[in-house]
């Protein structure tokens, strides 16, 4: 069962930052927090990950609440290759499955 | 590094038929994943492998489907008898550890159709 609870879509506007929300509240210390997005007819990829601290990389940041119980996806910038469904998921290592929930449906509007 | 490499792309059977799909991790990985998409679903995970033992297969079905690493070659995932319920992407990942800070690297997915 997945053990994170995400909106089932969001619209934004081309250009504008996107906050896409997680909930994860039965987070335990050792999961990590990580970000995949599928666009249409493709395989997921790999998007950020963190543990703790707010992460940033070239696609994206991650800012982790500081209990840990959420996250929120954010996307400087959004642009049309940017609509894909997006899932967040908790990995927490060893011999232990990722589970992905339904993820949220993100639609760039021109 | 060449990504992670599943073949065919799309397969088209006859009830009945068997369905066997093929994933070629990404170089120096000896971790491999399979999951099932339905349309308009999220992924399901089947399996997890690595070199030549299955790990975890909760999420495969019991009867008709199975999958394996060998020492040498690509991962199998096989579906004998299949039936259109079977119809569906299968996307399989690789990893090279199992830390909880490794990320998964997705192949294409292989999509099958059952007529």
């Known amino acids: 069962d997945a053990k994170t609870t995400q909106p089932n879509s969001m619209e934004s506007n081309e250009e504008e930052p996107v906050h896409l929300p997680c909930n994860h509240s039965?987070?335990?210390?050792?999961?990590?927090i990580h970000w995949y997005r599928q666009l249409p007819s493709q395989g997921p990829e790999y998007v950020i990950h963190?543990?703790?601290s707010n992460v940033n990389n070239r696609m994206a940041s991650l800012a982790i609440a500081e209990d840990r119980k959420s996250s929120t996806l954010i996307l400087h910038r959004a642009t049309l290759r940017d609509a894909a469904v997006y899932y967040c998921l908790l990995n927490s290592g060893g011999y232990q499955k990722v589970t992905f929930g339904t993820g949220t449906k993100l639609q760039v509007i021109p | 590094n060449a990504g992670v490499m599943q073949n065919p792309r799309h397969l088209v059977r006859r009830r009945g038929q068997e369905a066997r799909l093929r994933c070629s991790p990404m170089k120096g990985h000896s971790h491999v994943y399979w999951y099932r998409q339905l349309p308009e679903e999220g992924l399901k995970f089947m399996v997890y492998l690595q070199k030549e033992n299955i790990i975890d297969e909760s999420g495969m079905p019991k009867e008709r489907f199975s999958a394996e690493f060998p020492k040498e070659g690509p991962s199998i995932l096989r579906i004998q008898q299949v039936v259109r319920g079977d119809s569906a992407a299968y996307f399989c990942?690789?990893?090279?550890?199992?830390?909880?800070?490794?990320?998964?690297?997705f192949g294409p997915g292989t999509r099958l159709l059952v007529l």
């Open positions: 990942a690789s990893s090279p550890g199992i830390a909880g800070e490794e990320t998964q690297y």
């Open positions: 039965t987070i335990s210390g050792t999961d990590y």
């Open positions: 963190g543990l703790t």
